[in-house]
């Protein structure tokens, strides 16, 4: 799981969106299993990278799934960290690392 925040320098909204993400992260224990990548808009890579993801606001933070597909997204906003909580509480029930054997390592 990753999330991906479309933005600009300079932005307030977008840098705390980068900052609240990394504070929840932190604060869950999952700082280091789940990514977080920021696409700068004002550059022409990242516009086409926006262009493609069919960014029109900033910040837009995507949620990925471990398999590529986005699971949540957020268009204009700092996502409120209840949501952001959420995902990473069922990321944690349906990951394997987080089953009870898994911890214990039982196959």
Not at 59 to 64: E, G, K
Request: charged fraction near 20%; proline fraction near 5%.
């Amino acid at each position: 799981m990753r999330f991906e925040v479309f933005g600009r320098a300079n932005c307030g909204a977008c840098e705390g969106t980068k900052n609240k993400i990394t504070h929840v992260l932190r604060k869950s224990a999952l700082v280091d299993r789940i990514g977080l990548s920021f696409v700068d808009m004002g550059t022409i890579q990242g516009m086409a990278e926006g262009a493609f993801y069919d960014v029109r606001q900033v910040p837009t933070t995507l949620l990925w799934s471990d398999e590529g597909e986005a699971v949540a997204r957020w268009e204009g906003c700092v996502p409120p960290s209840a949501e952001i909580q959420a995902f990473l509480a069922d990321a944690r029930e349906t990951s394997p690392s987080a089953s009870p054997a898994a911890e214990a390592g039982v196959a």
